[in-house]
């Protein structure tokens, strides 16, 4: 079974924090790991992927995430947050080339000013 | 590029009506896919076109929905006899070469069945 876990539903920080926001996965077979970002009422956004190559990738708006296969985790990572990053997070995976996607439950990040 | 665009934005409906939503996908793109995000569910996929053909309708319920691609420019979704279960935000996405390894999305159609 392919499963896509973000164990926390909320996250609260401070604007010009640092945040973490954690994913692991258990999947079979090549992966692509995604990061989507939901905006209130508005559709999902990609934010960056990883299939091969630099475990560290770099996004949109300062975001990162770092893969790791031992730890089967993608988490995702910004060095200082805006309130603008306020929103829900989707961590995802697919196989290469597939048309399946499995998501996570996103986790819901509040930026304080 | 104006994005993938899905109409209306809400829609409500009454309980046993028919709701049909759009999905605009972006020109070029290959591949259009339909979900249906609540609270409780999340993310669930309904199906996937590609190249306007239908590959993949396993998360539709078979009864009353059906999705259609009639041409490269327009998706429809639509709901018979809407059940107060089926209200939810229908995302509709897009994607240049096929895969779900890079989708687009729209802003959804909030459907509200009372």
């Known amino acids: 079974t392919q499963t896509v876990s973000q164990s926390d539903a909320h996250v609260t920080v401070f604007e010009g924090d640092s945040v973490e926001l954690r994913c692991n996965y258990s999947y079979g077979g090549s992966i692509y790991l995604s990061w989507y970002i939901q905006h209130h009422g508005r559709g999902l956004q990609f934010l960056l992927k990883y299939y091969s190559g630099n475990p560290v990738v770099q996004g949109v708006n300062g975001f990162e995430a770092e893969f790791s296969k031992s730890d089967s985790s993608f988490h995702l990572r910004k060095a200082s947050v805006h309130w603008s990053d306020s929103a829900v997070y989707f961590c995802a995976a697919s196989s290469r080339g597939g048309y399946k996607v499995v998501f996570g439950s996103g986790t819901r990040l509040l930026v304080s000013p | 590029n104006a994005g993938v665009i899905q109409t209306p934005r809400h829609k409500v409906t009454g309980k046993g009506q028919e709701a049909t939503l759009w999905c605009e996908p972006i020109?070029?793109?290959?591949?259009v896919f339909w979900y249906r995000q609540t609270i409780v569910q999340g993310l669930e996929f309904l199906t996937y076109?590609?190249?306007?053909?239908?590959?993949?309708d396993s998360g539709m319920p078979k009864e009353r929905f059906s999705a259609q691609m009639p041409n490269q420019s327009h998706s429809t979704l639509k709901i018979q006899s809407t059940q107060p279960q089926d209200s939810a935000v229908y995302l509709c996405?897009?994607?240049?070469?096929?895969?779900?390894?890079?989708?687009?999305f729209g802003s959804g159609t909030r459907l509200t069945v009372l």
């Open positions: 076109f590609r190249n306007q053909a239908p590959i993949d």
């Open positions: 996405a897009s994607s240049s070469d096929g895969s779900a390894e890079t989708l687009y």
């Open positions: 020109s070029g793109h290959s591949a």
